[in-house]
């Protein structure tokens, strides 16, 4: 009684409608994504800082002293690193948006430490956090697949008997 119509978004079919996705492919393809997911999260940080790294002709207060680069090359390798690991669960089960993900976090670290200019140890300390949210986002994954999993076989035993 209560039923809604199937409409034409609601087909069970549509690889539209999926958000999460395996994403397999050869090593190149995923080396490629790793490579453009981390470039594009630290652009945007940088971006994001810009106005902090600035002259201050324009009455907003600069941002700490000290060189940018090795900020960026920092989160140049921490940003691969993450996208590593996302993309490499992400080709063994389904993940949602795993290059939000990435982009997000990298574009965190990058805007936070070039806008503050922490020392290495409080890097480390952010890039920790960082990998910490990957790994839940992993985890979150990894579960909803073994989930899905064990659903199956246990419909395919019901289904056997």
């Not at 994504?33 to 009455?59: H, N, Q, S």
């Not at 993450?82 to 949602?96: G, I, S």
Request: aromatic share 8%.
């Amino acid at each position: 009684m209560n039923d809604l119509p199937d409409g034409p978004f609601a087909s069970g079919d549509s690889d539209d409608s999926e958000d999460a996705e395996v994403r397999p492919g050869p090593l190149w393809r995923h080396a490629v994504w790793v490579v453009a997911v981390t470039a594009a999260g630290v652009a945007l940080g940088w971006v994001g800082a810009l106005f902090r790294i600035g002259p201050e002709e324009f009455g907003l207060p600069p941002a700490a002293p000290g060189a940018l680069w090795p900020y960026l090359f920092a989160w140049t390798a921490i940003g691969l690193a993450l996208a590593a690991v996302l993309r490499f669960v992400a080709a063994k089960v389904p993940v949602y948006e795993p290059e939000t993900a990435a982009i997000g976090v990298v574009l965190i670290g990058t805007r936070l430490s070039l806008g503050w200019r922490p020392e290495p140890l409080e890097v480390a300390g952010i890039a920790a956090v960082g990998l910490l949210l990957v790994a839940v986002w992993c985890a979150v994954a990894l579960r909803g697949a073994a989930v899905v999993r064990r659903t199956e076989e246990v419909s395919r035993t019901q289904g056997t008997a």
